[in-house]
């Protein structure tokens, strides 16, 4: 009798790693873009892609070691014409972190992911992914009040044009797939819980998709989740069923959705089975970088099993709930930690793929 195909489940990371202490310190205490620290930035990111290839990782990322403070406003950071005062986000622990707010126009993106994406591609053996921030969460950069001679049209224009280059530029650069961070997704039922808020972000992001080809398209993914700094959430409370119908309304072919740490797995499970559009591959979530224990390979295997009871298996893939430092100054999870997830991700989907596949 002929042997079954062999599955194939893929995995892939979603960014942030830890900074190394040293660097982490280095940038806390002076300035964020001193040229000394160029060699130490350097260094992280080699030792980046080595420990997620010693891990075993298929796909790996420069971790965001060079994202300045957070994989929000990256591409933004230095630009003259805002002002610290913006869009507060508000986390379970009490503790905010904020966006820039737009002060006049026009709106400018001063880099693209892809310089990251060039860098980490001149380390690594194996394909890169590249994350890159939404429109809709930079779209909080506006100001409720209007700008003179800059109107909120203008400002979307702008945003879509350059959110539109950025995806370009690091397909064009090779990137295996670039993955939009949609974190405000599900902190937008939290903060309108009529779910206006919710759809103006998804019909945002759809403007920008819609510009993109099919065959783009396939290599284009977007990650959700409640959230994740200083081991503290900003939305977890918001159920799925909330959030999950109107994000498969976006028109990307991967989703990476943060599953591990929710509080009831095979409920997020069947909204995902119910409102999956057909050929959108759904990337779970099999470890969680807010939880300290380092699930064990047999732990990753049986969520992928698990999973795999809703979601077709040739559309499932695995992934990490979050990166796991997405603002560059947590410590709150080690390198070590985070490496050590990685490399149970690794080994836990494989010991699945065996399984489903027959090949014991
Ligand atoms: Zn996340």
Same mark, same amino acid.
């Given at each position: 009798?002929?042997?079954?195909?062999?599955?194939?489940?893929?995995?892939?990371?979603?960014?942030?790693?830890?900074?190394?202490?040293?660097?982490?310190?280095?940038?806390?205490?002076?300035?964020?873009?001193?040229?000394?620290?160029?060699?130490?930035?350097?260094?992280?990111?080699?030792?980046?892609?080595?420990?997620?290839?010693?891990?075993?990782?298929?796909?790996?990322?420069?971790?965001?070691?060079?994202?300045?403070?957070?994989?929000?406003?990256?591409?933004?950071?230095?630009?003259?014409?805002?002002?610290?005062?913006?869009?507060?986000?508000? &986390?379970? =622990?009490?503790?905010?972190?904020? #966006? $820039? /707010? *737009?002060?006049?126009?026009?709106? +400018?993106?001063?880099?693209?992911?892809?310089?990251?994406?060039?860098?980490?591609?001149?380390?690594?053996?194996?394909?890169?992914?590249?994350?890159?921030?939404?429109?809709?969460?930079?779209?909080?950069?506006?100001?409720?009040?209007?700008?003179?001679?800059?109107?909120?049209?203008?400002?979307?224009?702008?945003?879509?044009?350059?959110?539109?280059?950025?995806?370009?530029?690091?397909?064009?650069?090779?990137?295996?797939?670039?993955?939009?961070?949609?974190?405000?997704?599900?902190?937008?039922?939290?903060?309108?819980?009529?779910?206006?808020?919710?759809?103006? &972000?998804? =019909?945002?992001?759809?403007?920008? #998709? $819609? /510009? *993109?080809?099919?065959?783009?398209? +396939?290599?284009?993914?977007?990650?959700?989740?409640?959230?994740?700094?200083?081991?503290?959430?900003?939305?977890?409370?918001?159920?799925?069923?909330?959030?999950?119908?109107?994000?498969?309304?976006?028109?990307?072919?991967?989703?990476?959705?943060?599953?591990?740490?929710?509080?009831?797995?095979?409920?997020?499970?069947?909204?995902?089975?119910?409102?999956?559009?057909?050929?959108?591959?759904?990337?779970?979530?099999?470890?969680?970088?807010?939880?300290?224990?380092?699930?064990?390979?047999?732990?990753?295997?049986?969520?992928?099993?698990?999973?795999?009871?809703?979601?077709?298996?040739?559309?499932?893939?695995?992934?990490?709930?979050?990166?796991?430092?997405?603002?560059?100054?947590?410590?709150?999870?080690?390198?070590?930690?985070?490496?050590?997830?990685?490399?149970?991700?690794?080994?836990?989907?494989?010991?699945?793929?065996?399984?489903?596949?027959?090949?014991?």
């Amino acid at each position: 009798m002929a042997s079954p195909a062999p599955i194939m489940i893929p995995t892939e990371p979603i960014g942030s790693i830890p900074r190394p202490v040293d660097l982490i310190e280095r940038v806390g205490s002076g300035n964020i873009e001193d040229p000394n620290l160029s060699p130490l930035y350097e260094d992280a990111i080699r030792d980046t892609i080595e420990r997620f290839e010693a891990a075993g990782s298929p796909v790996v990322t420069d971790g965001e070691q060079r994202k300045y403070h957070n994989f929000a406003t990256y591409c933004v950071h230095g630009l003259p014409n805002t002002a610290p005062d913006g869009f507060k986000i508000p &986390f379970s =622990d009490g503790h905010t972190r904020r #966006l $820039s /707010r *737009l002060t006049r126009g026009p709106f +400018r993106y001063m880099r693209y992911a892809d310089c990251y994406l060039e860098v980490a591609m001149q380390y690594a053996h194996v394909p890169v992914k590249q994350a890159v921030i939404s429109p809709s969460a930079l779209s909080l950069m506006y100001p409720a009040e209007a700008i003179p001679d800059y109107s909120r049209e203008q400002f979307i224009d702008d945003l879509l044009r350059e959110h539109e280059t950025e995806i370009r530029r690091c397909l064009r650069k090779g990137a295996y797939k670039v993955q939009i961070d949609f974190t405000e997704g599900r902190l937008a039922v939290k903060i309108d819980p009529s779910g206006h808020l919710l759809s103006s &972000f998804i =019909d945002l992001n759809n403007l920008a #998709l $819609s /510009r *993109l080809s099919p065959e783009e398209r +396939r290599r284009v993914g977007v990650h959700t989740c409640p959230g994740n700094d200083l081991d503290s959430t900003h939305s977890a409370d918001v159920d799925y069923s909330e959030l999950l119908p109107s994000l498969f309304e976006l028109e990307a072919a991967n989703f990476y959705i943060a599953l591990a740490g929710e509080p009831d797995r095979r409920h997020a499970l069947k909204v995902i089975g119910r409102y999956r559009k057909p050929d959108q591959r759904i990337f779970v979530g099999v470890t969680a970088p807010i939880d300290p224990h380092i699930e064990t390979p047999e732990e990753v295997r049986d969520r992928v099993l698990e999973a795999s009871e809703y979601i077709p298996v040739e559309y499932l893939g695995t992934t990490d709930d979050c990166g796991f430092s997405p603002f560059g100054d947590d410590t709150s999870t080690s390198r070590d930690t985070a490496f050590a997830k990685i490399q149970a991700r690794v080994l836990g989907t494989k010991l699945a793929e065996k399984l489903i596949g027959g090949d014991s």
